[in-house]
């Protein structure tokens, strides 16, 4: 079968990834760019006879090297590695998503122009005329709905004509625009280069970078002169100021050119905007009410998840004791049956739940952001996200870590920038979920009584405070100044979604995260099994008792007595797990359920006795110091593997662990000998 290779362009919101998922389905694979912290998504699909690979470019404005988003695609670009480009634009607010195609004019790569949200425009009273469009550019253009793919018979028909692949955008009428710039600049630039252009590269678009200051172009360039035609080109860019809106205000007369008699409205003026819109970007009213629908959509994504979750753990808790009863008649070892049970079936039964969970915040916000509101939300928080150098996007991990960590990590997705989405996910890790209550209610409410309010007053203040110091520490890394700047994006128009694609994109991101989970989980779950495990359930037998009582020397430094000290790295798995093993390590005689039945939750804990046994065991100062470092603990093994998924950088997951741990640790013994002094 015959190969093609396409590559999709366009900017955020385009509907390029709901096409990419129309396209491959589920023949797809994510993964980072070689040597690059973008996500790489490629996907494939048979059409008559003929395979196709479909590469989804990063969603970017234009074409620049501000962002490594945009290097990426034009390195991609550049590389030939794509026969066809198929550059995507919002049919419903051509005048601005069809800069792309302007930013793209100039590069001899063969492309389409696909209108995407044709059923949009419509409703909008637009009529659009392909034909009249594609004779002015000459290349195809095709009306599309990507959510539909029903609309995809167009598309499919252009890719089966030999033509397509060697259709060039016609670069004259833009390239003339920019021979009027004032002063002569481009006429001057573009003198010194070579008639022929470089590579993929045509003169004329390698001198409109030039004058935008585009570094990579001036590399693409420099090799080519001589030193001579070097200096007069540095001289003459010396003298350019504000080139991008020389060259932007070309773009968009070249853009008025071609949308003149090709787009007619049957309705006069710009449409009404609803009440409904009005109130969600209002001002006063627009952060209340997105706080109100995102808090909605996290109790209707636990709706979703809980029976799902009880099912799993039902059917989960049943298949082990099938196993444990089927192994024991057996005659196999005791040991074998409690690592197959308590080790791996207990970690697949925290990968599903998390799994249903990741379903349930996704279908819910995916829902959200299909319908156009999602973008009504990063607006309305912007200024408020600047503060922390992040979008307004990044508000919803927040609020949503409230009530589970994970579902925070899983909705940075939204945001573009993958610097300020890994960013996002090491400060979500401060929100405190609802399982950290539980805890520090107990133990705060054990200690001090009515003076357990001023310790969680005191915990928002640090935390705060945390996410303030972590911004700054990794915005630095990670967040470009170019990506410091404020928000600027349309409002797409409310529409309703296709439910199929949503669906499916959904599945197709379970099936990713599952996997991906159980790699990790089951390796730590194991793991932590095996120093826990004793064959009479005697907590001094285990590995885990030799070692705790080993290092207390070094964990007092802390203000954690090995107990303690245990219970905070059991609450790295989850945050449930830590009472379980404080009620284990305290209420101890030597006959326990055994550490990992209490930390996965199999076993009942007394609160009302662990709280006595926790206050003949530790000092307030000590109790301070757990609090602090539970709070301030990674939230949870799942949370890190969904941040491992979300990155696709084990390496910043480690080191967001890393921070978070000894951050913890920190807190703790300040908080130690903060409480030394009052108590």
């Known amino acids: 079968m015959k190969q093609m290779t396409i590559a999709l362009l366009g900017q955020p919101n385009s509907g390029k990834s709901t096409l990419f998922n129309g396209l491959t389905g589920s023949r797809q694979h994510v993964g980072n760019w070689p040597g690059k912290t973008v996500e790489r998504k490629e996907g494939y699909f048979a059409f008559d006879g003929k395979n196709y690979t479909v590469v989804d470019l990063p969603g970017t404005y234009g074409l620049s090297a501000n962002s490594e988003e945009e290097i990426v695609t034009r390195e991609y670009i550049a590389s030939g590695k794509a026969d066809l480009v198929c550059i995507l634009t919002d049919a419903s607010q051509l005048e601005r998503s069809l800069f792309m195609l302007a930013d793209y004019t100039g590069i001899r790569t063969p492309v389409i122009l696909l209108l995407n949200m044709m059923d949009v425009a419509e409703q909008q009273g637009k009529e659009i005329s392909s034909t009249s469009i594609a004779k002015k550019l000459g290349i195809p253009v095709v009306p599309i709905i990507a959510a539909d793919k029903k609309s995809y018979g167009d598309l499919f028909k252009t890719l089966k004509e030999p033509e397509t692949i060697s259709t060039m955008l016609d670069e004259n009428i833009l390239s003339d625009l920019y021979k009027r710039m004032e002063r002569g600049v ?36 420099w090799d080519a002169l001589s030193t001579d035609d070097r200096n007069k080109l540095t001289a003459l860019l010396s003298q350019v100021r504000d080139g991008s809106l020389l060259t932007g205000d070309c773009k968009f007369k070249w853009i008025e050119s071609l949308l003149r008699d090709s787009v007619a409205e049957r309705k006069k003026g710009a449409p009404k905007r609803s009440r409904f819109d009005r109130l969600a970007t209002s001002k006063t009213w627009g952060k209340p009410l997105s706080i109100a629908i995102i808090i909605l959509g996290l109790v209707l994504s636990m709706v979703i998840a809980i029976p799902f979750m009880g099912l799993f753990s039902f059917l989960l808790s049943a298949l082990s004791l099938l196993i444990t009863h089927g192994l024991s008649d057996a005659g196999a070892p005791a040991l074998i049956i409690s690592l197959l049970c308590d080790g791996v079936l207990t970690a697949v039964t925290f990968a599903l739940m998390m799994v249903v969970f990741v379903f349930g915040i996704s279908l819910v916000f995916g829902f959200i952001e299909e319908i156009g509101y999602m973008a009504r939300i990063s607006y309305t928080f912007d200024n408020t996200m600047a503060k922390f150098g992040l979008q307004g996007k990044a508000i919803m991990p927040f609020i949503i870590s409230f009530g589970c960590n994970i579902g925070g990590v899983t909705g940075t997705r939204v945001i573009d920038s993958w610097g300020q989405r890994v960013t996002t996910m090491a400060l979500s890790w401060v929100v405190p979920c609802a399982a950290t209550w539980g805890v520090v209610g107990l133990v705060s409410s054990v200690f001090f009584g009515s003076g357990a309010v001023f310790v969680v007053l005191s915990l928002f203040a640090v935390a705060l405070l945390h996410m303030v110091i972590t911004s700054k520490i990794f915005g630095k890394q990670l967040i470009k100044d170019s990506d410091r700047s404020g928000l600027i994006m349309e409002l797409p128009p409310y529409h309703k979604p296709k439910y199929k694609n949503l669906l499916r994109f959904v599945l197709n991101r379970m099936g990713d995260v599952l996997i991906r989970a159980l790699k990790i989980i089951i390796l730590v779950s194991v793991l932590f099994w095996a120093l826990s495990y004793t064959a009479d359930g005697n907590v001094e037998n285990s590995i885990i008792y030799t070692i705790g009582t080993f290092i207390e020397p070094v964990t007092l430094w802390f203000g954690l007595r090995w107990q303690t000290f245990m219970a905070f790295i059991a609450s790295a798995m989850g945050k449930e797990a830590a009472l379980g093993v404080l009620a284990s390590l305290f209420n101890t005689s030597g006959e326990a359920a055994g550490i990992w039945a209490a930390m996965s939750g199999q076993a009942h804990v007394n609160t009302s006795s662990l709280g006595g046994a926790l206050l003949t065991g530790i000092s307030k100062a000590e109790a301070l110091a757990f609090i602090y470092a539970f709070f301030f603990n990674v939230p949870c093994l799942m949370a890190v593997a969904s941040t491992q998924q979300e990155s696709h950088s084990v390496r910043w997951t480690f080191r967001i662990v890393g921070y978070y741990i000894v951050t913890a640790l920190l807190m703790a013994t300040l908080a130690y000998y903060i409480g030394l002094l009052i108590f």
Request: no cysteine.
């Open 186 to 221: 481009f006429k001057q630039v573009f003198s010194l280069l070579p008639e022929e252009g470089i590579g993929v590269y045509s003169s004329s678009w390698l001198a409109a970078k030039l004058i935008e200051q585009d570094s990579m172009a001036m590399e693409v360039v």
